[in-house]
């Protein structure tokens, strides 16, 4: 059973930085594509960044260029995502996924984590 847990959440204001993780079980996870997606209330889910398998290929969204992080450990079976410069707009549930691609399309993720509440205050 795979299973994928998001922690770091946390409120910070803004122009803080904050460092969420996600630890993966029940795959091979240096076989997996990781990606941070986030979602604000009302709004649809939002690509963030993604990491291919061997950790050389990053993808991000402008929204996250100069300012976020993805890395992964795969001997820790965890992928990170490190926020910093953070902006009220920045505040949504944010999600880790694993896919066979680092990919900005959601469907091409194959398990999701539950999510982790981010909030960024003025």
């Known amino acids: 059973q795979v299973q994928l847990v998001e922690s770091g959440r946390g409120l910070v204001q803004a122009g803080g930085s904050l460092r969420l993780s996600c630890a993966a079980s029940?795959?091979?996870?240096?076989?997996?594509?990781m990606g941070w997606f986030r979602q604000a209330p009302g709004q649809d889910r939002e690509f963030v960044a993604a990491?291919?398998?061997?950790?050389?290929?990053?993808v991000y969204a402008d929204s996250a260029k100069g300012r976020f992080t993805i890395s992964r450990d795969n001997a820790k079976n965890t992928v990170y995502l490190q926020m910093n410069s953070l902006k009220p707009e920045d505040t949504a549930v944010y999600y880790c996924?694993?896919?066979?691609?680092?990919?900005?399309?959601?469907?091409?993720?194959?398990?999701w984590g539950q999510g982790t509440q981010v909030t960024v205050s003025l």
């Open positions: 990491i291919g398998g061997r950790g050389g290929n990053k």
């Open positions: 996924a694993a896919g066979f691609t680092a990919t900005m399309t959601p469907q091409e993720y194959h398990y």
């Open positions: 029940g795959l091979t996870f240096s076989m997996y594509a």
